[in-house]
């Protein structure tokens, strides 16, 4: 049976990787997606030997692009996870990092026209609900690539994208704090379990015998902190009406620590059985809401920023990542009117994605 061909482009998102495709170009039930994709990135196998992931879950991620039909939206960005060692994909989250190529990925693709210096994309998180308006650099109506921005977790300078989030409160669950309070405690930890962009379960490092200073690697090494946190991770997941996540990747896990190079807050992020070798942009943008409303298990880590435009500064294990959310407090609830953060976006190549006939053959 012949290989089928799917169109797609490669971009570099952010400190994310992936294939980005047009929705109308893949088949329409999510079991038989699912399978496709699966195939495409080669999941099963810790190098993905079979498909062009790259055997690390920020390089197992999948943009799927179509014409937006919201009154508000240009483009509609479907994500997907899919698993590095496990046959396994998640459509419940989505990724922010890879939401840096949409816009480019966009134009490429002939979906939306550039226009003249930059061209500003209203795009549509279908997983997540979120709008985001993403500006991208197109002098002379063409995507530009090179450039001077550059962002922790990848080598080098690039064109920026600048990225303005909407509506990222309660997404996942419908309450920025799903269980209710401003925090729990679970196995004789401390959590608070916020929905900001993405739903995620909050603790302080040291909570675990932690610094919160540990590389990706170290993190990794210790299983022993693994095996204490997963069962926490599910049991918060239920508490905030998420029902069983132990086969889904949120909620999120992260840990924080004060500051040490300058910044607001220091931070570890897990997505959520390895630990983020940068960080992730949704997951940037609930510390920064964890760090910004009083009450949550990040009081006394930093000097909170004063409601307004505030910029916060989370320090991650490739550097650091610049939040800039636009927020009050009215009678003491917690108002998230915007998030934004600069990123930047590289195509690396184009072409046809293989996938086996026996997994999905054109009609």
Known sequence: MKQTEIPFFFLRGGTSRGPYMNRADLPEDEATLAEVLIAAVGAGHRLNIDGIGGGAAVTTKVAMLSRSEDEWADI?????????????????????????????????????????????????????????????????????????????????????????????????????????????????????CIDVAMPMVIARADAFGLSGYESAAELDANRDFYARMEPIRIEAGRRMGMGDVAKSVTPKFGLLAPAQAGGTIAARYFMPWDAHPSMAVTGAQCIASCALVPGTVADGLLERPAPGEAMVKIEHASGRIDVTASYGLEDGEFRLETAGLLRTARLLAKGSLMVPGSVWSRG
């Open 76 to 192: 509609d960005y479907f994500f997907a996870q899919v698993a590095v060692e496990e046959r396994l994909v998640d459509f419940k989250p989505t990724c922010g990092n890879i939401l840096s190529g949409v816009g480019p990925a966009a134009i490429e693709m002939g979906l939306i026209a550039p226009q003249e210096e930059e061209t500003r994309i209203r795009i549509r998180a279908v997983n997540s609900g979120a709008r985001v308006e993403a500006v991208v650099c197109t002098p002379g109506g063409a995507v530009e690539y090179e450039g001077d921005a550059a962002i922790d977790g990848v080598p080098g300078t690039a064109a920026p994208v600048m990225l303005k989030f909407r509506d990222v409160v309660g997404n996942a669950t419908g309450a920025l704090l799903p269980t209710g309070n401003l925090r729990d405690e679970i196995d004789g930890i401390e959590v608070t």
